[in-house]
């Protein structure tokens, strides 16, 4: 965007602060005149002052205008004549700039370098160490977006859709001049005013309708705006304007968020009034990109604040009511970087947003992180054709429909900014890991299998040394599978799983029980022969010590586990009798495990219960079989604490 998008971006870029000799230029570039300020470093250098400060302000000229070509030319001149004086903060930009014209071997060298030198505090210099994420993986994205772009569009700047009442809203330049003919020194275009389309049947085009809110337009910049979710409240992005600029101590002209209330007149339309600030608006810091959560109840915002992460980040605050809010709380180092973060659009299952903080394909990339138990998950890059070289941002979707819009000014639009339509393809993936469900850990090699609605294999993988897995084939969504996992000594699990209606991966963790675990009812048991005794007998048996080894052997394997005892007889004999022979075998059962080294604590009680607790109708003067009255016979080993 040359530079609508931080005209918008809340305006304090992260520059390191130094003059050049060419006293006029450096004006026009404190003011964000970058068109002009070029032309004037450029000749400054031409005529015999390529310094280092002139190198850098000439590269910034070009960098805060998206010219990305121009721009690593300068930064690219600046580290082969300074390299050890560069600020890291240019190797960043000069890496960057590489993205933009897509030489992405070379810009990968000078993200390890930016990584390297920068302090630890960056975050940026986690991001883009490429340890975890490589650009590959970001190229390798499968492409899950078809765009178009709209008819709408002009030579100047489109951007920052909004859906309301079925419609779009959207800011352009393209007729500013309905106030006056004035142009933005930043970009050399006019100012910013917002425009109502019609989005057609199928929503992937719109025709262009009528100027938006004109009462609340002034002759600067109005732009990027969300609505309550009755569509009567509107928050809108202007400069900080009330009847004349205002500049911070700087002469910074900050931005702020508005807000304004729908007034139906008697022919259908709506008026907009009652005009004010939102009160954590300030002349010394900007705020504005505003997004409204689907209850309400929350307004999700950009600023530059005291506070802030990095040259801006995302906060949010409680909607209270009467102009109330709560106090603004930044989103925090999951979703801020020391880079720039901006244009959330928030819905009931993620938080989307533009950042080149995070490792992208180059310039603002799109950014989802999704919502799981009121948290959000890890930003992860959308991959291309929605991101591209350039800066994409301002995306806005209806995830029922996966119909949306969104920004760039990629060489292949009309002119600056454009906005485009949006069909999202619908593809999953699902990844996990293998555990032991007893005692946490990783299991490798176990064998993980992939099933369809009709419990068809249609994929199969082997976990990793981590336990973790992944199946290669993609998946639709709001589809039913089954994960199946088999291991030796293991019980075999599965998982269902409904797959999301949006694309991602799902991770399906598993957990496998060891083979002599049985869960029933759910309680956890440890499972083995019988345990035979001797009439009138509890001594323990030769055969009986083979089937009792298994558990000490599983007791020792997994040190943490407690058990206790329970011994059962059948209804045969006196019920007196039963109780008393039950209650000698289970401590004989008990004294045995612990002559085999298991420690004495970990055998919580060792009880008979005779024949009060028979599993089935084998009771007292009731004819059954050997093998029904061998059922009841049986001793337990339940596991109370793992």
């Known amino acids: 965007m040359k530079r609508t998008i931080t005209i918008l971006v809340l305006l304090v870029i992260q520059t390191i602060y130094s003059q050049t000799k060419n006293k006029t230029a450096d004006a026009l570039f404190d003011k964000m005149y970058y068109v002009e300020a070029a032309k004037m470093y450029e000749l400054s250098i031409k005529n015999g002052d390529p310094s280092r400060e002139m190198l850098q302000r000439l590269g910034d000229s070009y960098y805060f ?61 986690q991001n ?6 490589t650009l590959e993986d970001i190229e390798n994205i499968k ?115 508005y807000t304004a209330t729908a007034v139906e007149n008697g022919n259908g339309t709506v008026q907009w009034k009652d005009v004010k600030e939102v009160p ?6 900007s705020v504005g990109h505003p997004s409204v959560s689907k209850d309400g109840k929350k307004l999700y915002f950009v600023s530059d604040m005291p506070g802030t992460i990095g040259s ?11 102009n109330q809010y709560s106090n603004p709380k930044n989103l925090g180092e999951k979703i801020n ?15 989307y947003f533009a950042s080149d903080g995070f490792l992208g394909l180059g310039g603002l990339d799109v950014f989802e992180s999704r919502i799981s138990d009121g948290a959000f998950g890890e930003p992860a890059n959308l991959g291309a054709p929605l991101n591209s070289n350039m800066d994409d941002f301002a995306f806005i979707v209806n995830e029922k429909t996966n119909r949306g819009f969104v920004s760039s000014n990629r060489k292949t639009g009309k002119g600056d900014d454009d906005i485009y339509s949006f069909e999202r393809t619908c593809n999953q993936s699902i990844n996990g890991y293998v555990f032991d469900a007893i005692s946490n850990n990783k299991i490798a090699g176990a064998v ?26 993609t998946l639709n969504c709001n589809t039913s599978y089954k994960v199946e996992v088999t291991k030796d000594n293991y019980n075999t699990n599965s998982k269902s799983i409904i797959t999301p209606n949006s694309s991602g991966r799902t991770e399906v963790p598993v957990g496998l029980d060891p083979a002599l675990i049985a869960r029933e009812n759910g309680v956890l048991k440890i499972k083995i022969g019988i345990i035979f005794f001797d009439l009138d007998k509890s001594d323990i048996r030769y055969d009986a010590a083979i089937e009792l080894n298994k558990v000490v052997l599983l007791m020792h394997q997994y040190n943490t586990v407690v058990i206790k005892i329970e011994s059962h007889t059948d209804s045969r004999a006196d019920d007196q009798y039963n109780l008393e022979l039950s209650d000698r075998r289970a401590k004989a059962t008990r004294d045995y495990l612990i002559s085999q080294g298991v420690a004495p604590e970990r055998i919580e009680s060792a009880i008979g219960y005779g024949e009060t607790q028979l599993i089935n109708n084998c009771s007292n003067g009731v004819p059954c079989t050997e093998a029904q009255h061998q059922i009841n016979r049986r001793s337990e080993f339940i596991i109370t604490k793992m």
């Open 448 to 473: 993980v299998a992939l099933k369809n609605q009709n419990g068809e294999k249609i994929a199969e993988t082997v976990s990793q040394v981590d336990g973790k897995y992944e199946f290669a084939k």
């Open 280 to 285: 954590f608006n300030s002349d010394n810091y």
């Open 128 to 133: 883009f160490s490429l340890k975890n994420i």
């Open 143 to 257: 492409p899950s977006f078809e765009l178009e772009n709209l008819e709408i569009n002009t030579a100047y700047s489109d951007f920052g859709p909004m859906f309301y009442k079925g419609d779009l809203v959207y800011s352009t330049t393209s007729d500013s001049s309905y106030f006056k003919t004035d142009k933005y020194g930043w970009n050399d275009q006019p100012y910013l005013s917002m425009q109502l389309g019609k989005i057609n049947e199928t929503g992937s085009n719109v025709s262009s309708k009528q100027r938006f809110a004109k009462e609340i337009s002034t002759s600067f910049h109005e732009a990027c705006i969300a609505f309550s979710p009755d569509e009567k409240t509107i928050y809108f992005t202007r400069n900080n304007y009330n009847g004349k600029l205002k500049r911070d101590s700087k002469g910074i002209n900050n931005l702020k968020i």
């Open 65 to 125: 205008n998206t010219q990305m070509e121009d721009a690593s030319k300068w930064y690219g001149k600046l580290v082969a004549d300074y390299p050890n004086e560069v600020p890291s903060e240019y190797l960043f930009r000069y890496a960057q700039s590489l993205q933009g014209i897509q030489n992405y071997e070379l810009a990968k060298k000078w993200m390890k370098s930016f990584a390297s030198k920068q302090k630890a505090t960056d975050l940026r210099a």
């Open 312 to 322: 801006n980040d995302i906060f949010v605050v409680d909607i209270l009511g009467e």
């Open 337 to 351: 970087t020391t880079g720039r973060e901006m244009f959330p659009f928030i819905t009931d299952q993620a938080l």
